[in-house]
């Protein structure tokens, strides 16, 4: 048994879900918004809300892994600079509190989750509520981060089984 924290990071508005993981099933714990827009326009305080909600969430469900997304360049070369800091405050909360970290682009994770990696956002939904069995849709930017989750969760237990490794870990590692 695991449980993987997944993160979809923003400046602003911060995904986050987690699951437990049993052999190829999945079942979810929480996940929710990190809002740092209440921070305002000061992109430090914002920084430091993630960090802080980011350690919060580690302290409440005890994650053994840790999963984000990657930072995808876009039009926007500041919009970008600006999702790598975001990503920077959630993965140094991560480390803080002994988690490693596992990337993973926007692509690997829509083709992990829906099965095509070009699939929209109500897509990503949609599978994300079918695989956990949720009696709703979550919210877009939380139904992201249990993406990154459940993308990690089959992406880890594929490594595992490749590498001949029994799947047993403690705060990230394999032991």
């Known amino acids: 048994m695991s449980i993987i924290l997944g993160i979809d990071p923003g400046s ?13 099933k999945f079942t979810y714990l929480g996940s929710g918004c990190i809002k ?20 919060e969430i580690i302290l409440q469900f005890n994650p053994d892994m840790f ?3 990657q930072v995808f360049m876009g039009v926007n070369p500041g919009g970008a ?19 490693t ?15 095509t990696g070009g699939a929209d956002k109500a897509q990503v939904q949609h599978m994300v509520k079918t695989i956990l069995k949720l ?18 969760g089959h992406s880890y237990d594929s ?13 990230g590692r394999l032991r």
């Open 135 to 152: 009696p709703v849709s979550p919210q877009a930017d939380a139904a992201d981060a249990l993406a990154v989750a459940l993308c990690h």
């Open 36 to 55: 740092a827009i209440a921070s305002g326009d000061d992109l430090a305080g914002r920084l430091q809300t993630i960090f802080a909600g980011v350690s």
């Open 12 to 24: 602003r508005l911060t995904g986050y879900g987690v699951i437990e993981q049993q052999g190829r």
């Open 159 to 171: 490594l595992l089984k490749m590498s001949g490794q029994v799947k047993k870990t403690v705060r």
């Open 101 to 115: 970290i596992a990337e993973y682009s926007a692509r690997q994770i829509k083709q992990s989750v829906v099965g």
């Open 67 to 69: 999963a984000i997304e």
């Open 81 to 99: 600079l600006k999702l790598g800091q975001a990503r920077g405050a959630a993965i140094v909360a991560a480390t803080s509190n002994g988690l």
